[in-house]
């Protein structure tokens, strides 16, 4: 990390558990409060290897929706390879609104390129409805990330099923000091599985080493242990909801 030209680092922590709880009470993180939508993912399982067909291949669909029923789709790239970001998609290029370059760090630090579109209501029912209309949610811009700068299987959207819905509700600057800016994210879905993923954002690699070492040091203070699983949260959602734990 470090020789990649980025937008910036994203630091994540997940707790689970009693660890959960007491992020919730230790945070102060209420209902009340919080910014709440549903998120669904889309893949498929493989039933030979059992592998999640997207995922695999380095491609996360998502899509998030808020309380009037429209959303914003996601195509991401992780882990990218840097030696396709280039031209539109480079980092800081400028070329597309809701484009990133940036490392994703809970465990390690892994290279991901992620571009949103909003999408309208009836665009997101017919989706959630029809699989076979998954497509419909990506713009051409980011059909171009994925198919330029990514390595799909063959046919990406052939045979999507839907993995959601995941309540999830967020609070913006929960921290305090130097941490003032980081951001808290419950999500519940079906079967009782809850996560609570602390995140922040530094501008370049040195700082994120920095910041994701103060951030540990107050988990430690305030007696919280990150889930040491190097499963990422995304594919822990999938394999639940798409209903493979084989792997």
Known sequence: MGDIPVDGVEIKCTLSGAALDGGVASFGLQRVAAK????????????VSHDLRLLLAGVV???RRK?????????KLRPADPELLVGDFRAGSGRFEDYTV???????????ASMGTKIDEETVDAALQRPDRVHGL????????LHEAGTPPPDPFV???????????????????PLAD??????????????????LRAPDCA????????????????????????TSKTETVLRELLGDRNK
């Open 36 to 47: 709440r939508q549903e998120v669904w993912f889309f893949d498929t399982i493989d039933p």
């Open 61 to 63: 669909l998502r899509l």
């Open 67 to 75: 309380k009037d029923r429209s959303g914003t789709s996601t195509l």
């Open 102 to 112: 940036e490392y994703d760090w809970a465990h390690k630090p892994v290279l991901a």
């Open 138 to 145: 990506y713009s051409k811009h980011q059909l171009r990330l």
């Open 159 to 177: 045979g999507l099923r839907p993995a959601g819905p995941v309540t999830a509700h967020r609070w913006e600057d929960v921290g305090d000091g």
């Open 182 to 199: 980081l951001r808290a994210e419950h999500w519940e879905y079906a079967g009782g599985r809850t996560f609570l993923e602390l995140s």
């Open 207 to 230: 700082q994120a080493r920095q910041r994701r070492d103060i951030l540990l040091a107050d988990l430690e203070r305030r007696h919280l242990t990150p889930d040491s699983a190097a």
